[in-house]
Structure formats: structure tokens, C-alpha cells
């Protein structure tokens, strides 16, 4: 190959993140560590998430339902213990951060307050081939207004024959569609191809023309630099289970710009850990809501899963988000020029994702033909964890925090001896 297993191991060693890989559980794989490509599904388990769990074990059994007002970490204020470091990694001001939920949740509790169809300004404006979750969310909004999807509902698709979104296409029909939008919503990475979009732009474009302006940051947070206040968009939801490596269903965290964040006649669903906390305890009527996002909070932290998610953002806090981009930059770049090796070479792998840097982040897409599914359960039998996503594209991701070149380079040595 273009490059050999020595010259893998040796930008290993002059790599300045190499060490944060002995701080992961690896799954094993015929007494080896899998060759694990798939934090963009779920991140692996940092060593320093049961110490956190025990802690949290000890000091309910220690302390009771009183362990919400004692110790280093009182329970009562524990969603306040995240928000420095989950604001830092979107790019945004701590009041316009809270972490609560679970992302499809929060998604549905911001377009409560953010799509406010009236008369002739009703659509949403998404892009084509969104994850489910984010294609029924909107479904069920666009219903529980009393509108039809097939009308209410714009999707983005990528021009004949091309496999992801131009920007200008996207302002093009953000454009036509004008007044009558309502609500843009976009994902900030797209699940299938791993395009990044151009968040700040489809931000103007949309506000433009007066509508509100939304992500989900699944595939986003975490993987690449997030500039949500500078941006200007109103509200994003993300995840913690893929690229910052909190656990299954770990807790989301939700972003509302500062602009809305003292504005208690923006509708909303309230709960309890939603109120104004100086009065929160006097059990009175009438809603008084906290100043920014955590003014949208329903119930009290997670705190379980939340201390596995604050183990993951002490170590993004530590590392910042600039190096891991640099050294996601180099790994994404040294598969590819790998594959495109092969592909010289005879083979024939083809990348869907954007070939320019800055239009994705750590996700390959890699579009298959009739022996795809063969492929990936090649991989898998030879130790790989990648994901297979219907109809035909096997999607790897090294994450910075705990790939390495090594990784990198025994998985497509093994793309050659399938296709040999």
C-alpha cells in the first residue's frame, strides 16, 4: 500500500494524542483489541466512567434522598457540573446551554418554541435523507399543527447523480421557498454520507427570510469545531453517546441562543426543574422559567448517566476541540489517500463523503456494490467494528480521541485482501 504498518506506527508514536487511547475499553476480538471504527454509532467506554459511577452509587446509599443537598456534587445541582465543558465543545455562552433528556426529546421540546406556523408561514425546510428520528419528529409537528408533510415539509436532495448537498442549492431553495418558511432544521453532519454542512450560512439564509433556524448535532458534537453563538442559530440538540463517548442513551444537551434566554411569553412545555430555582421549592402555580436554556428543563438530572457523561467532558475539556480536529484531519485524510491508493491500484471503493476537509468531519461513507454486505461481514470476522447502513454504504469513523494510525491502516489492507 501507499504506506506501510511501520510507517503507520510511527505517526503513532510522533502523534501528541497517542496516550488518550490507554483511557478506553476496547472490545476484544480472538484476545486483540477490535480495530473499532464505529464512535459514530457509540463511543467507546472511558476507563474513568465506573470510579464516577461508584461515586455516585456511594453517596446515594451513604446519604439518601439528603444527597441531593450534600457532598462535592449535591444532586440538586448537578446538570450546572456539565455545562461549562458541553458548552465549550458547541461553541456557545454557559446560559445558553443545559444538558437534560435524551436528544429526540429535546428536539421536540425546542420545536415547540421554535416552529410557529401562522397563515402562510408554515414549512420546514430539512435536508433530504435525514436521520429517522429527525424525519418523524418533523412529521409529527407538521400533524400536530394540522398539516399535511407532503406539503408542509421542503426536502433538500442532492442534485442527479451526486451524492451530497451543494450550499448553494441549499440557500437556493431556502431562497424560493421564502416567507412561507416557518422553521429550517437541519442535521449539522448527515448520518449517511458524513457530509458537514455550512451551519453558519444556512443560519443566514434562513433568518433571511424570517424563520427560525435549528440542528441536531448527533453526528456533529464532538467530532467537529461548533460555533453555535457566533453562528446565530436559535436552537441544536445533540447526543453524548457517539463522539463524546458517555454510554448508551446518555443524556443530550440542548443549545438556545441567548437572544430567546429572558423571554418567558416564547411558548414552551414547562416542568418543575424548568422553574425560576429561587422559588422552585414553594410549589406554587404559575410558571416562572429559568434564564436560558436550562428555562426548558422538565425534570431533575439523570445523574447516573450524567456523571458517565462528565467523565467524557473533563477529557474533551483537557484535550480541546482544535487538536482533536487536527488529528481527525490527518487520520480521515490517511484511510482516504489509502483507499484512493487501492483504487489506483485496480480496486474500485468509492467515497460518497465530501473529499474537502471542511465539509465532514471523522465519518468515511463508502458506497458498496453487490458484495457489500459480504464486505462489512468480512471486516467484522476479521476483527473490524464499522456500521453497515441500508441500502449499500459501510460508514467508518476514526475518532481522534482513540484511533490510531495503526487502526487505520490494517482496516484497508483488509478492503485489499477482500476485493484480491
Sequence with gaps: MLYSLDQARQMDREDALSHLRNEFYFPQHDGRDTIYLCGNSLGLQPKGVKAALDHELEHWKTHGVEGHFRGDMPWMYYHKFLTKQAANIVGARESEVVVMNTLTVNLHLMMVSFYRPKGDRYKIVMEAGAFPSDQYAMESQVRFHGYDPADAIVEIAPRPGEDCLRTEDIVEVINREGDSIACVMFAGVNYYTGQLFDMATITKAGHAVGATVGFDLAHAAGNVPLHLHDWGADFAVWCSYKYMNSGPGGPSGCFVHERHENNPELPRFAGWWGHDEGSRFLME?????????????????????????????DMFDKVGMQALREKSIRLTNFIEALIEDLNQKGH???????????????????????EGKQMFDYLAANGVICDWREPNVIRVAAVPMYNSFEDAWHFVNLLRTFSN
Design 348 to 370: 474500485n471503493f468509492n467515497i460518497i463523503t465530501p473529499k474537502e476537509t471542511k465539509d465532514r468531519g471523522a465519518q468515511l461513507s463508502i458506497l458498496t456494490g453487490p
Design 285 to 313: 402555580k404559575g410558571f416562572i422559567p429559568m434564564k436560558g436554556a436550562a428555562g426548558w428543563q422538565l425534570s431533575n438530572a439523570q445523574v447516573l448517566s450524567m456523571a458517565a457523561h462528565k467523565v467524557s467532558l
